[in-house]
């Protein structure tokens, strides 16, 4: 019988279970001294993000080995699927972290943050608005197709231009937001083009970072989708075989020009293979990290530190990153539409408690809207900080109260009960935040949506109640931040494209449009200053934390270091026996 | 008035019977039960179950939604490091896994008894309409029926929840709406074969109407066939919401599901392997009671459903 068939599976799978777990080990106390390590083996890495000689050095020592070895195939276990292999057609980290293997820039940036010259040999500012780069010579596609401006150019007009993308259907590119004041690009000569923008872009070079070259002949050829299929760039290594949702399969690129002069050793990758292979389970991934079936693997979650640690065979990797985490508040809707309620949910929230559980202790509570790490990040602003008492006076004079003694707090014979939304990876940190809310009686659930693309519009169109989310900041700038997030939403431009609270000020829109084109650094200082303020104050979110980025590699991968922007180079990274 | 009140008795007067026949054969039916232990576990196991879910403020040590984070992850007490505040420890946002567990207990078997429930009256319903009255009306709802049997379950249910959202509502309708099936097929099934037996035949002659011999004539002997289906049907309900809920398509957090509660745990088995074990082992205790009692309940009221 089929019920009788299906228990018997699940009695045995269970039993199996059962006793698979009863050979683990119980945490020792061994353990807890290994968290210690892990704290000194951390400050060792803040380090590295911020001096990189220094990091060097520590790997050199680490292992007496001279040189790169040559071959090898790497595997790296990424936690979340691609979207595509196209580099004009995606708006995510994970995609961009595979994709810069095969495609190079014009410029790039190093894992703590600078600018360096990538695919250009010189960049100068014309005048306030106009961009030349004088490309490098002898830069040869996979496909053997040299680079030249033609090709450039092309890869820009698809990104600016309105239904640029053909595949699946016409789009326009998701990543014009990143580049929007630029408006065409001139071909000069061979390997000279002039950027034309239409406003003065003091974050130029750090959002070009962001932007791919693909081969214009080859491309015209194959067309979008065949382009898809089989995707040609000129960086390190180049395409073999892959689905997005499994894995990716890239080999070297012996004609490789090498990259980024700044960045030695220059010339084709060490490894012969490297493999991305999607593993969005965390367990799966720590599991195929030990056994080295992976050598480095993405999202090391809090509480497998102390099992990494312990083993000789990983190392474990951490640094600040780009994203920033909050619980967005949707401003036009009760509860929230009052201010005193917002900042009440501020004082109620102990983020620091949720940062030391939930995330480890890895990661900074952040005061404001921004991470403490960007270049125009207010240091005076100081975060709201945990007080319950507090908190529950303000809601008071809010009205809420609990004036029917049922353990929620109400107002005119309604509960305060609302909903949290979050992504799947979010989930336990939502789960914390609405668990403080519900001690001081107040009704928090939380919703996790497995497919974000259904809950986004429904946030930007200010259907949802609240949002634990997190957005990042790579190019360290708010531009492509700030803009998205508190800025009003203008349709049609990037402008609100994650404004998940609704909040609009004309002042705060004011000083991010003029943030966005003043070339003095003083000003934009003074002026993004003045907009966190604003925000601070308004408080359309509760400021969370900046989590730290936790990855673990096999102890052989070696040259290798954690991105602040979560990206993966693998160019320079080889594999000791 | 009073013709109503009769007329009511008429229709409750077999059940009334079978009901006495019942409480005269309780003695045997305890006494079957007795000379199979196996069901007597059902049987005892899933009565502890009811008693822990209906009891679940009293007995639970906790609040199974508020957790102290700075008491995560605790294991349970027979662990080094338990603690007997929380016998079965806590997971990562520090609440007792004792009492989620029995809390995830209320879900399990409201969800188990309401989908059933609802499922066999709607089942039951048009099984008797198709299978005594047969024609158009039997035709039209048979073949829906076989639409819905194409079918797999959970597929099914796992499109109707991503359709209709998460909740406890939708969970039941997404269960419901295909569940009535098997009951509608037993109950055509079974009524075909009794409506040409004797004493239908006999309630016929007499004058009886036909709504009158469905209900107080048939239903009376097949009622104990569904009761058995139905218990049976209760474990895989129960399944079904568990993977719905491991999915995140059913009950939504912080309510404790012991579906949801291995999801949860599940990233942390390495590490903490009691998260989402301990939910994992009450899904199969209480399914396996269900269905030991189910089939000894089956062996006792009715040996032809043997062979299904």
Not at chain 1, 290 to 318: C, F, W, Y
Not at chain 2, 84 to 103: K, M, W
Request: with cysteine; charged share 20%.
């Amino acid at each position: 019988m089929f019920g009788n068939r299906k228990l018997a599976g699940l009695t045995i799978f269970l039993l199996i279970t059962a006793m698979i777990l009863a050979g683990c080990p119980a945490p020792t106390p061994v353990v807890i001294e290994v968290e210690k390590e892990v704290i000194v083996e951390k400050t060792v890495i803040e380090t590295v993000v911020v001096e990189k000689e220094v990091a060097v050095e520590v790997v050199v020592t680490a292992t007496p080995v001279v040189g790169p070895q040559k071959g090898g195939t790497l595997v790296i276990g990424l936690s979340a699927d691609i979207a595509t292999l196209d580099p004009a057609d995606y708006r995510e980290t994970t995609t961009e972290t595979v994709l810069r293997n095969m495609f190079d820039g014009l410029v790039t940036r190093t894992s703590d943050g600078r600018v360096l010259l990538e695919l250009a040999e010189s960049a100068t500012l014309v005048d306030e608005t106009t961009w030349e780069f004088v490309l490098k010579k002898g830069v040869t596609f996979h496909n053997g197709e040299a680079l030249t401006a033609e090709d450039v150019k092309f890869t820009f007009d698809r990104i600016i231009s309105d239904n640029g993308i053909d595949y699946p259907e016409p789009h326009t590119s998701p990543r014009k937001g990143l580049i929007s004041p630029l408006e065409s690009v001139e071909i000069v000569d061979d390997y000279t083009v002039r950027l034309h923008l239409s406003a003065p872009f003091p974050v130029a070079m750090q959002m070009l970072v962001h932007q791919q070259i693909v081969p214009k002949d080859y491309f015209e050829e194959v067309g979008n989708e065949g382009f898809v299929k089989a995707p040609v760039g000129c960086g390190p290594f180049k395409f073999v075989e892959g689905s997005l949702s499994e894995q990716i399969v890239m080999e070297r690129f012996d004609d490789y020009y090498g990259g980024a002069d700044e960045l030695p050793p220059v010339g084709p990758p060490p490894l012969d293979r490297v493999i991305f292979k999607i593993l969005p389970e965390a367990s799966t991934r720590v599991a195929a990290l030990r056994t080295g079936e992976v050598n480095i693997i993405q999202k090391v979650p809090a509480h497998m530190i102390p099992l990494l640690a312990t083993d000789p065979n990983v190392r474990l990797v951490s640094g600040p990153s780009t994203r920033p985490a909050w619980m967005e508040m949707n401003v036009n809707k009760p509860p929230f539409d009052d201010l005193r309620v917002r900042l009440a949910m501020n004082y109620a929230v102990d983020a620091d408690t949720i940062l030391e559980t939930v995330l480890g202790g890895l990661g900074i509570v952040i005061p404001g809207s921004l991470s403490p790490y960007n270049n125009f990040a207010d240091p005076t602003l100081e975060p709201y900080g945990y007080d319950a008492d507090k908190a529950l006076e303000m809601l008071a004079e809010a009205g809420w109260t609990d004036s029917d003694g049922d353990g929620f707090l109400d107002k005119e014979g309604e509960k305060f009960a609302f909903v949290v939304d979050v992504r799947p990876a979010n989930k336990d940190r939502a789960e914390a935040v609405a668990g403080q809310l519900q001690e001081l009686g107040i009704d928090a659930s939380v919703r996790v949506w497995g497919d974000y693309s259904v809950l986004k519009p429904l946030m930007l169109d200010g259907e949802r109640t609240a949002y634990v989310g997190d957005w990042g900041d790579s190019a360290f700038d708010p531009v492509g931040h700030f803009e998205a997030k508190w800025h009003s939403r203008v349709e049609g431009t990037g402008n609100g494209r994650g404004n998940f609270s609704g909040y609009s000020n004309p002042r705060v829109d004011e000083l991010i449009e003029a943030g966005e084109v003043e070339p003095d650094v003083e000003k934009r200082h003074e002026l993004y200053d003045e907009a966190q303020q604003i925000v601070y104050e308004a408080v359309p979110a509760v400021f969370l934390f900046l989590p730290d980025i936790v990855e673990a590699c096999t102890v052989n991968t070696q040259k290798w270091t954690v991105a602040a922007d979560g990206r993966l180079n693998m160019h320079d990274v080889w594999l000791s026996p | 008035m009073e013709a109503q009140t009769t007329a009511l008795n008429q229709i409750l007067y077999p059940f009334k019977l079978r009901f006495q026949l019942w409480g005269r054969n309780g003695l045997n039916f305890l006494r079957e039960l007795w000379g199979q232990p196996s069901a007597l576990l059902g049987a005892v196991l899933v009565a502890l179950f009811v008693l822990v879910a209906l009891f679940a403020p009293q007995i639970s040590p906790h609040d199974p939604t508020r957790g102290k984070l700075r008491k995560q992850l605790i294991p349970p007490v027979w662990e080094e490091g338990g603690s007997p505040e929380f016998l079965l420890g806590t997971d990562v946002q520090g609440r007792d896994l004792l009492s989620r567990i029995i809390y995830g207990a209320r879900i399990s078997l409201l969800v188990g008894i309401l989908s059933v429930s609802i499922s066999a009256l709607i089942g039951t319903a048009l099984g008797a309409l198709s299978g005594y009255y047969r024609g158009t009306l039997d035709t039209l709802i048979s073949r829906f029926a076989d639409l819905l049997l194409a079918f797999p379950f959970l597929i099914f249910a796992i499109g109707m929840m991503a359709f209709l959202g998460p909740g406890f509502t939708n969970l039941l309708l997404a269960l419901t709406l295909k569940g009535w099936v098997v009951f509608f097929r037993l109950a055509r099934g079974a009524i075909m074969a009794e409506r040409t037996t004797e004493y239908v035949e006999a309630a016929r002659v007499v004058g009886q109407s036909n709504p009158v011999i469905i209900v107080s004539e048939i239903l009376p002997n097949i009622f104990h066939s569904i009761l058995v289906l139905g218990t049976l049907r209760m474990g895989s309900m129960i399944i079904a919401e568990a993977s719905l809920s491991f999915l995140g398509l059913g009950i939504q957090p912080p309510t404790p599901a012991w579906g949801s509660m291995v999801a949860d745990g599940r990233d942390y088995l390495v590490t903490s392997w009691w998260i989402a074990t301990l939910p994992g082992m009450a899904i199969l205790i209480l399914v396996l009671s269900i269905n030991l009692f189910g089939e000894g309940l089956r062996d006792i009221l009715d040996p032809r459903l043997k062979i299904e």
